[in-house]
């Protein structure tokens, strides 16, 4: 790992300042930071170290709940609070990782995490997200854990995180910090398809740093599922994950939320399949229903193809789980 | 159909060129390498920051109480707690097998919740408490998880095995040994090679229901 320097920020302000100099970077957990200085992947000059901030808090407010951008992913998915009222993100939590890293890993940091295509964890391998303008390794290449929705032809990795799907399933806003003041935007519009930046991960600022997300209050705690499908039962990243929350009246779907990881370059949210769902009759008829029209204009590459049978069997099953039918 | 998935704009591009690092020093107020030290003695600090931060850039001082006993060291910022553990302190038994957060062999407690001291700064742990596997038993008498795998035969080659034990005393500790499906999921950070998991998970499920505290 090449040499750097370390800084202690002592507030948030002197974190702005650090941050808008070239070559600086947070960290907080360490735990995709570090990996990937450790393979030359990021060579930062100098890291600020933002572990000591007040932003560890898990608040309620008046309308939902407020989770500080320090808060550890262990913390967050045992809080009674979010494991009464957002099940989906405890759920979203539980699923990634393991017990030790999810002890050291925050919320920002989370959502920061870099794609984990191994093309781009490869400094030998042409990256356009790593390394602008050399390509795509994936595009021709082992493509089995990557994107099928958004992609272009500059890059097909997906984001890797569990907890973004939650977050961008239960409505949550994103609150950013900057020279500026602060500005909320929703989780959904963080982050970003690869377009012609496959370099640019999200539509936070060099000089802006997150200070924590907050969620909306809703009905769905009752009936919601995280259903995540990879190559070992677990400690490991998804090929396709679901977030799904239902607000069932009478057997009737009052109102649907439904995200999937592990299938594009960000938490990608199923806006149409939960149209579809509003004033249907709990059933796995509709739910198949749901899923089909979630799939439109998927694209499969050659090693993925399998996540186009996948991804609407995934739905369907989060949907059953999640309205109690199984 | 409308996608409100679509890309937005890039605000900024992502990396500046790099800057000279004279300029860095003299702008970055307020933020100091060695910051333990209360709100008055930071800014303090701060006004004679180019010195503070050009030590800092080469090895910085930190303070680690492990298993029980006080480290005062001077690292670079860039040495993993695990590199400090194994070839400063000399405790060898936390195992590194991947060194990225992969196999959980180098899982130790930092104020009591277990880690991958692979991806954990020695500078960040500055000031905590840190518990190794040479940490747990007391004197000549193994802590009742050493004596569980030895009597279960939780190990074959027993690299993965510090590791192991350090995760399954938290484990019981955090209340996730409950059932063999709970200690499966919560031990999942720790992979064995030789494959001893129903080993592994005998000596976790008998600890548990034995009751002692651990
Ligand atoms: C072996 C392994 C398996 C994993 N499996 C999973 C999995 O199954 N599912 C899953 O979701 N994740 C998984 N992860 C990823 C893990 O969740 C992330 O590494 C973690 O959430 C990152 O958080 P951190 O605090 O450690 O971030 P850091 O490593 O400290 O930082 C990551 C990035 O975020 C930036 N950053 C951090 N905080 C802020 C902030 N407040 N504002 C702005 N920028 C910030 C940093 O500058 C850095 O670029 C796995 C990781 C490993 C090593
Ligand atoms: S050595 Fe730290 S997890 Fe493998
Ligand atoms: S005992 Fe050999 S790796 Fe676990």
């Given at each position: 790992?090449?040499?750097?320097?370390?800084?202690?920020?002592a507030t948030q302000?002197?974190?702005?300042?650090?941050?808008?100099?070239?070559?600086?970077?947070?960290?907080?957990?360490?735990?995709?930071?570090?990996?990937?200085?450790?393979?030359?992947?990021?060579?930062?000059?100098?890291?600020?170290?933002?572990?000591?901030?007040?932003?560890?808090?898990?608040?309620?407010?008046k309308?939902?709940l407020?989770i500080?951008?320090?808060?550890?992913?262990?913390?967050?998915?045992?809080?009674?609070?979010?494991?009464?009222?957002?099940?989906?993100?405890?759920?979203?939590?539980?699923?990634?990782?393991?017990?030790?890293?999810?002890?050291?890993?925050?919320?920002?940091?989370?959502?920061?995490?870099?794609?984990?295509?191994?093309?781009?964890?490869?400094?030998?391998?042409?990256?356009?997200?790593?390394?602008?303008?050399?390509?795509?390794?994936?595009?021709?290449?082992?493509?089995?854990?990557?994107?099928?929705?958004?992609?272009?032809?500059?890059?097909?990795?997906?984001?890797?995180?569990?907890?973004c799907?939650?977050?961008?399933?239960?409505?949550?806003t994103?609150?950013?910090?900057?020279?500026?003041?602060?500005?909320?935007?929703?989780?959904?519009?963080?982050?970003?398809?690869?377009?012609?930046?496959?370099d640019?991960?999200?539509?936070?600022?060099k000089?802006?740093m997150?200070?924590?997300?907050?969620?909306?209050?809703?009905?769905?705690?009752?009936?919601?599922?995280?259903?995540?499908v990879?190559?070992?039962?677990?400690?490991?990243?998804a090929?396709?994950?679901?977030?799904?929350?239902?607000?069932?009246?009478n057997?009737?779907?009052?109102?649907?939320?439904?995200?999937?990881?592990?299938?594009?370059?960000?938490?990608?949210?199923?806006?149409?399949?939960?149209?579809?769902?509003?004033g249907?009759?709990v059933?796995?008829?509709?739910?198949?229903?749901?899923?089909?029209?979630?799939?439109?204009?998927?694209?499969?590459?050659?090693?993925?193809?399998?996540?186009?049978?996948?991804?609407?069997?995934?739905?369907?099953?989060?949907?059953?789980?999640?309205?109690?039918?199984? | 159909?409308?996608?409100?998935?679509a890309?937005?704009?890039?605000?900024?591009?992502?990396?500046?060129?790099?800057?000279?690092?004279?300029?860095?020093?003299?702008?970055?107020?307020?933020?100091?390498?060695?910051?333990?030290?209360?709100?008055?003695?930071v800014?303090?600090?701060?006004?004679?920051?180019?010195?503070?931060?050009?030590?800092?850039?080469?090895?910085?001082?930190?303070?680690?109480?492990?298993?029980?006993?006080?480290?005062?060291?001077?690292?670079?910022?860039?040495?993993?707690?695990?590199?400090i553990?194994?070839?400063?302190?000399?405790?060898?038994?936390?195992?590194?097998?991947?060194?990225?957060?992969?196999?959980?062999?180098?899982?130790?407690?930092?104020?009591?919740?277990?880690?991958?001291?692979?991806?954990?700064?020695?500078?960040?742990?500055?000031?905590?408490?840190?518990?190794?596997?040479?940490?747990?038993?007391?004197?000549?008498?193994?802590?009742?998880?050493?004596?569980?795998?030895?009597?279960?035969?939780?190990?074959?080659?027993?690299?993965?095995?510090?590791?192991?034990?350090?995760?399954?005393?938290?484990?019981?500790?955090?209340?996730?040994?409950?059932?063999?499906?709970?200690?499966?999921?919560?031990?999942?950070?720790?992979?064995?090679?030789?494959?001893?998991?129903?080993?592994?998970?005998?000596?976790?499920?008998?600890?548990?229901?034995?009751?002692?505290?651990?």
């Amino acid at each position: 790992m090449k040499q750097f320097q370390y800084l202690r920020a002592a507030t948030q302000q002197s974190t702005l300042d650090a941050i808008s100099k070239p070559g600086t970077k947070i960290i907080a957990g360490g735990t995709n930071l570090i990996d990937l200085m450790k393979r030359g992947v990021t060579a930062p000059d100098k890291l600020v170290d933002i572990t000591h901030l007040p932003l560890k808090n898990i608040t309620p407010t008046k309308s939902g709940l407020h989770i500080g951008a320090l808060a550890l992913n262990s913390t967050v998915s045992e809080n009674g609070i979010v494991v009464q009222k957002f099940p989906l993100l405890s759920m979203a939590l539980k699923a990634g990782a393991s017990p030790q890293l999810r002890n050291m890993a925050t919320v920002g940091g989370n959502m920061m995490q870099r794609t984990r295509c191994s093309y781009f964890y490869d400094t030998t391998m042409p990256c356009n997200k790593r390394e602008p303008g050399t390509g795509c390794g994936a595009m021709g290449g082992l493509n089995r854990m990557h994107a099928i929705f958004g992609t272009r032809d500059k890059c097909i990795a997906v984001h890797p995180s569990d907890m973004c799907v939650g977050l961008a399933a239960l409505d949550a806003t994103v609150i950013i910090a900057g020279k500026k003041g602060e500005r909320r935007i929703p989780f959904t519009e963080f982050h970003r398809l690869p377009g012609e930046h496959p370099d640019v991960d999200n539509t936070l600022a060099k000089d802006e740093m997150i200070i924590g997300v907050d969620i909306p209050d809703n009905n769905f705690a009752k009936n919601s599922y995280y259903l995540k499908v990879r190559d070992r039962q677990s400690y490991a990243f998804a090929l396709v994950s679901v977030a799904a929350g239902l607000d069932i009246s009478n057997g009737t779907i009052r109102q649907a939320r439904l995200a999937m990881g592990g299938v594009a370059h960000k938490p990608w949210r199923l806006f149409e399949a939960e149209k579809f769902l509003v004033g249907k009759a709990v059933s796995e008829d509709s739910f198949k229903q749901a899923a089909q029209i979630a799939m439109q204009g998927a694209k499969a590459y050659e090693y993925n193809a399998f996540k186009l049978k996948l991804a609407p069997a995934t739905i369907t099953e989060a949907l059953k789980h999640a309205s109690g039918l199984v | 159909m409308e996608n409100k998935n679509a890309h937005s704009k890039p605000e900024s591009e992502l990396e500046e060129k790099d800057n000279s690092r004279r300029n860095f020093l003299k702008q970055s107020a307020f933020i100091t390498a060695v910051a333990l030290t209360p709100a008055p003695a930071v800014k303090a600090a701060a006004m004679h920051l180019d010195e503070k931060i050009a030590e800092a850039f080469e090895k910085v001082p930190v303070k680690l109480e492990v298993n029980g006993v006080m480290h005062n060291l001077s690292v670079e910022p860039r040495a993993t707690l695990l590199d400090i553990l194994r070839e400063q302190i000399d405790l060898t038994g936390t195992k590194k097998g991947c060194d990225h957060g992969q196999c959980g062999a180098c899982t130790v407690h930092v104020d009591g919740h277990r880690v991958n001291s692979c991806l954990t700064l020695g500078v960040m742990a500055s000031g905590k408490k840190i518990t190794t596997i040479e940490g747990l038993a007391k004197g000549e008498e193994l802590h009742p998880m050493q004596e569980a795998f030895l009597k279960h035969d939780g190990f074959q080659c027993g690299y993965c095995t510090p590791g192991q034990i350090m995760s399954a005393v938290a484990c019981i500790r955090e209340g996730h040994a409950n059932s063999e499906t709970e200690i499966r999921e919560y031990m999942s950070g720790n992979i064995c090679r030789c494959g001893a998991y129903p080993n592994i998970v005998n000596a976790i499920q008998e600890v548990k229901s034995g009751g002692q505290i651990v």
